[in-house]
């Protein structure tokens, strides 16, 4: 069965596009052509596409490959996409990693390859969907979750925190769990009886954020009445672009003269928005607003000893989260394993490990985690472990 029936073909040579959508239409799946980036994003703006195979070269296009492939990542991240070039280059194919796409392949390529590639991209996207399915259905933990002096600290301080009426900024770096300790100083505050509101700075846009504060006048479901009481978190703060910079630290100030404001504002970033002012992307004022109070996340690497914890609380809240009928274990060696990996994506990226790795399970009908269980690049990346213990 095809999971990803419809694929979008991008090449400025229609001869290409043909070639390849004959050989997936064999296959069973629905093909569009687009010779140029306006007309892939037509297409992705009114058909439904499933994945799509992007050549970075498109001679007489408004966006080149590169670029189109950024714009479609960002709008639409829940899209596979393949790149294909016929002038293969390291640095280009780490840059479109790097940027989202899910391969890279030289031309000419072999159709065994490409169908393949295609197969291992709709089953690892189709798995990311279920995973985000489960951890919307999922509980936030009422406790930052580690044995580490330094989760303890935090913890304090979230306590500490809940009880004041500063506004707050978080850093860390990304998958700490920046947007947890949020919900968390809002949970153990007397705002937690009110609306915990989050926004993704990348996705606010000056004009609408302006106009949803001034709808509060005409609607009783109003963006501020909604929020007055509770908490506004803004997710990457450090994305707000300085128009939107402009509209937020008027808010703060109350400059729109609204009656009766109250919220607390609650910001995350993994920049270092000091060097965004010195160099101008970042207003002063806004900074010195928002940060009153700070509180600083470190990396998993930095507390391997929160790893294990982590795991178990992992593993225990996808089998209440799912209602598994069953108790699922990890080996000691499997532990091992997870301790000994630096995890650049830190908590998030430990949390997807595990939901995938026990999705997987289901399908083998186990019920213990082993060593064999835990994705192979990560137990490649392993400094501990030698091709003969693996």
Known sequence: MIENKNILIIDDEID?????SGVLEDEGYNTYNAQNSDNALGIISKDSVDLIILDVWLEGSKLDGIEL???IHVTR???PIIIISGHGNVDTAVTAIKIGAYDYLEKPFKTERLMHTIKRASETYNLRQEITSIRNRSNYARDYIGVSNTVIQLNQE????????????????????KELIARLIHNKSSRSKFLFTRLNARN???????????????????????????TLFINEISELSMESQKVLLNLVNNKYKLVNLD?????STSKDLKSYVSLGLFLDDLFNRISIEQIHIPNLIDRKEDISPLVKYFIEDYVV?????HTIDITDDALAILQSYSWPGNIKELRNCIDGVILQMNSENQNSITANNIPIEIRENNPNITSNNE
């Open 263 to 267: 919220f607390r504002l609650v910001a």
């Open 158 to 177: 979230i306590i500490r925190l809940a009880d004041v009426k500063s506004r707050i900024l978080i850093t860390g770096g990304s998958g700490v769990g």
């Open 204 to 230: 606010i846009n000056a004009k609408e954020f302006e106009d949803r504060i001034f709808a509060n006048d005409d609607d009783d479901s109003g963006f501020i009445r909604e929020l007055n009481g509770g």
């Open 69 to 71: 492939l950024q714009e």
């Open 321 to 325: 989260t799912t209602e598994i009928n």
């Open 16 to 20: 290409i596009c043909k070639l390849i």
């Open 77 to 79: 991240p829940e899209i």
